[in-house]
């Protein structure tokens, strides 16, 4: 019987692709195909094709993650923004951007530190006038900042501290007001830090 144009074609893009596979793939898909004829002769014999089924992520081939990987997200917070804390300073939230981050732990040696005294006591402070205002601040690098600036707070503060912050941004981060009024949004939140800062 002379093969209809679409079965025809069917079966030349099947051998087409068949023949673009590896010939360990020919050589499962040949079993399969030998399993669905034996099983167009005996339908209780069904083909096995959990032989050929794969699994795609198996978390025992997993290597595990270094520690000295190449990411902002591997540093801590810069002993510079602590030193600025205990003084009683003010820590900009550009300190804890993730290129700001970055450049603390790459260029802290390199970077400008300011004498500062603070109730009688003599402190070597880092020079914010090397980083960018934190009122030039987009709404995502706020926002990676902040996360940042929260995992400190969590490291340095008490409970209700990290609560009051952590609801503080979440309201402030709120997506339609981003949208908005960012520039209000940075603002308000520069100033209850700052005021925050001075008590």
Excluded: M
């Excluded at 009688?120 to 940042?148: C, K, M, N, V």
């Amino acid at each position: 019987l002379p093969s209809s144009p679409s079965t025809g074609n069917r079966l030349q893009q099947w051998i087409s692709a068949f023949v673009n596979l590896s010939p360990n793939s020919q050589a499962q898909g040949a079993s399969v195909l030998e399993g669905i004829a034996g099983t167009a002769k005996n339908p209780a014999n069904r083909p096995n094709t959990t032989s050929i089924a794969k699994t795609l992520f198996d978390s025992s081939k997993e290597i595990a993650s270094s520690s000295g990987l190449d990411s902002t997200y591997n540093f801590g917070i810069h002993h510079f923004i602590q030193d600025l804390a205990n003084a009683g300073e003010y820590c900009p939230l550009t300190l804890f951007s993730d290129k700001n981050t970055e450049r603390l732990h790459r260029e802290g040696h390199s970077l400008k530190r300011s004498k500062v005294h603070v109730n009688g006591i003599s402190h070597h402070l880092l020079d914010l006038s090397q980083f960018e205002s934190e009122r030039d601040l987009d709404p995502l690098t706020w926002q990676e900042a902040f996360q940042r600036y929260l995992s400190w707070i969590a490291d340095v503060g008490d409970a209700q501290s990290v609560k009051r912050w952590t609801t503080h941004f979440t309201t402030l981060a709120k997506d339609e007001a981003i949208r908005k009024n960012f520039r209000a949004i940075l603002e308000f939140d520069i100033e209850t830090r700052q005021n925050y800062a001075l008590r």
